[in-house]
């Protein structure tokens, strides 16, 4: 093109060329250099990230530590102790917390209560757990008292020194209802407040004794205070048609899997008739059923 011919562009047209002109300088040098920072950014991109992960996979091993498992006491154990038995640190730091606040472990049980303690931990430390004479509970010496009955031992304590005692105890072939209150219960020799209050409680839980063997299934339980109990009188039965799983599982005999496959199997198959209609189920063993036989109602209503 002749260069006479640019004498007839307006200042309009020469706003675009120049545009035009100002995009391809930028586009030819973007692509020039573009690539090499695209591919310096992916080589910053990839070193990050495998900072990122090293650095992540670091945090984690910190939490690994080698668990060992020896005898303590709660009431008592440092937290290098805790935290070698695998307690993490907020566990650790609650244990001082309620220790701080005069809270005293005085049964193993107690130390379930711990936030977070998981029951395959509880399970583990159970073996574990050792409760220093000082810190069990007072009622245990008047306890020990009433055992006196069967061996007719004496002890350097008096209950007298303690509190009031209870001085009826019935005799050798007299017997006391599971259902009595705890102080009727508390008749029985051998048997003081500490376990009334525990045989009431579990009775509650139960919906009443089929048979005075189920006391063994109280921790500590004396054997030989079996044989002055007899039956509750009545037992309240569970509506296995019409309980929640909530409900279901408050129930000693029930664990939260097997309420919840008793609600399922409800759900998909109907009301359920007998007891054995939960043989269908693999969470449940036969022995499972004979204890639980007692305590559940298969109404349709």
Not at 212 to 236: N, R
Request: charged letters at 25%.
């Amino acid at each position: 093109m002749h260069l006479a011919n640019f004498k007839f562009y307006r200042s309009r047209d020469w706003i675009v060329i120049i545009f035009l002109t100002i995009v391809i300088i930028a586009t030819l040098i973007f692509f020039h250099f573009g690539g090499r920072n695209t591919s310096f950014s992916k080589s910053r991109s990839n070193d990050a990230s495998a900072t990122f992960t090293e650095k992540n996979t670091q945090y984690y091993n910190v939490g690994k530590r080698n668990v060992e498992e020896f005898p303590f006491d709660p009431n008592t154990a440092d937290s290098t102790q805790l935290l070698r038995l695998g307690l993490a640190p907020f566990q650790v730091r609650n244990i001082y917390r309620y220790r701080a606040a005069g809270g005293v472990y005085s049964r193993p049980e107690d130390f379930a209560r711990l936030y977070g303690l998981t029951q395959r931990d509880y399970r583990r430390l159970r073996p574990y757990i050792r409760i220093a004479p000082d810190f069990r509970p007072a009622t245990e010496l008047v306890e020990q008292h009433d055992r006196s009955y069967f061996t007719g031992t004496s002890h350097t304590v008096s209950p007298d020194t303690l509190r009031p005692s209870i001085t009826h105890k019935i005799k050798q072939g007299e017997t006391i209802s599971l259902d009595a209150d705890t102080t009727a219960l508390r008749t029985v020799p051998g048997i003081g407040t500490y376990f009334s209050r525990r045989i009431a409680n579990y009775g509650d839980r139960l919906g009443g004794y089929v048979s005075s063997s189920q006391l063994l299934e109280i921790e500590g339980f004396p054997e030989e205070s079996i044989s002055f109990f007899t039956p509750s009188a009545t037992i309240k039965r569970i509506d296995v048609n019409k309980a929640s799983i909530s409900r279901l599982c408050r129930h000693p005999y029930i664990s939260f899997q097997q309420a919840r496959e008793i609600v399922n199997l409800h759900r998909r198959n109907g009301p359920l008739h007998s007891i054995d209609d939960l043989r269908l189920s693999p969470l449940f063993t036969a022995n499972d059923l004979k204890r639980l036989a007692p305590y559940l109602n298969f109404s349709n209503d």
